[in-house]
């Protein structure tokens, strides 16, 4: 059977398997091994072992659950509810400031916890109905807290550009640095969306006058909320500074958190700890499954020439990189609609990397572009985890509402998507002037 034939037969077959409610790391497995077995013997199915070991068999695979255990120590205390209302109390002069305040405190703490339906859970709790009582929308409510919580899998530290460093064998620091522009890019355009959506309902005289804070009130509330911010710059510099590795920064900062989250927020109590430790457990576990299945998955499709196939069609193709690169960009916003980043990321960022660096599209650049991608199938159905998320904190709030006050923001994010294609710089500048041209 040509290769390229068998590429949809597995295409085909992944989208029946995930569909059927298996989890995505089992689905990854079941097609590797039947196409494995039917096409190439049952004696390849004995690397199958050695190869989901060999993936896992990582020293930079430790950052992923000491990042999360460091999300997870901040999502556990009151940080996120704090910060909202740190940035509540000085923006409140803003028109739509209650709004902008909630989309700073979702770009802040997504940066701490780099987990999108964390900072979603954490700002939305008290974010929305908030929002709801000082006369917003319901859909301008949820639809501004969905959007501000995909904010974590672009600034850093980010787990998904963790896992985008290790599938294409790229410097995880470099990614950090290529997300972080873009990501103050993101936030500022979804500030300005906010601002003008405010203006154009009207609503800002009643924004400007429900809540006024006097300048101690202001400025009481910043020892809770520094701290974290501290650490994190902490983090940053140290990994950016050459002082540490990936691994042993994200090991230290989750230390840091931890002590954090027990002076600040007294969490003195056993049980609260062991939530932490318990449900950042569970998150890497899931992680690193779908992290070996895809290694599996990989070695399936190189095995068939599935993978050369493809490379091979693409690049014989004429057409302008472009109009390629819009013809990628389609794919990876379909492939987000249905399954979550990092399977997304795994899968098909090994068979991208090699053709848009052929077309002349730097990697780091790519990376950014697949995250907001990402990002955007993470507020829209039929998975959506942010969605979710907000429908579960606010169920009065239907998805569709939901739904709808999220769709001018991915309108900013395709807009930042432009923006980065014509000044690729803005993800490009920061990696080169901190760590120089990537050879």
Known sequence: ME?????????IATVVVLFSGVSVAVGLLIVATLFLW???????????????????????LLSIPMFIIMGAAIASTRAGPDLYEALERWLTKVPGGLVVSNLGACALFAAMSGSSPATCAAIGKMGIPEMRRRGYPPE???????????????????VTMIVYGIATETSIGRLFLAGVMPGVLLTLLFIAWAIFDTWRRGAASAALSSAKYTWRQRFEILPRVLPFLAIIAGVLYALYGGVATPSETAA???????????????????HDLWIVLRDSTRESVMILFIIGAAGVFSFMLSSLFVTQSVAQWIAALDV??????AVINLFLLVAG???PPVAVILMSAPILLPIITSAGFDPYWFAVIVTINMEIGLITPPVGLNLYVINGIAPDISLRQVLVGSMPFVGCMILAIVLLSIFPGIATWLPEAVMGVAL
Not at 3 to 11: E, I, R, S
């Open 38 to 60: 039917i096409f190439d013997g049952a004696r390849s199915l004995e690397a199958l072992p050695e190869l989901f070991y060999a993936e896992l068999n990582s020293f930079a």
């Open 3 to 11: 290769p390229l034939t068998l590429g949809l037969l597995v295409a």
């Open 140 to 158: 301008v409510a949820a639809g501004s807290i969905a959007a501000g919580g995909t904010l974590g899998i672009l600034i850093p530290p980010s």
């Open 252 to 270: 230290v900062g989750a230390l840091l958190c931890i002590f954090a989250a027990i002076v600040i927020y007294r969490m003195f109590n056993a």
């Open 320 to 325: 302008n990189r472009w109009v390629l690169m």
């Open 337 to 339: 609609f249905f399954l």
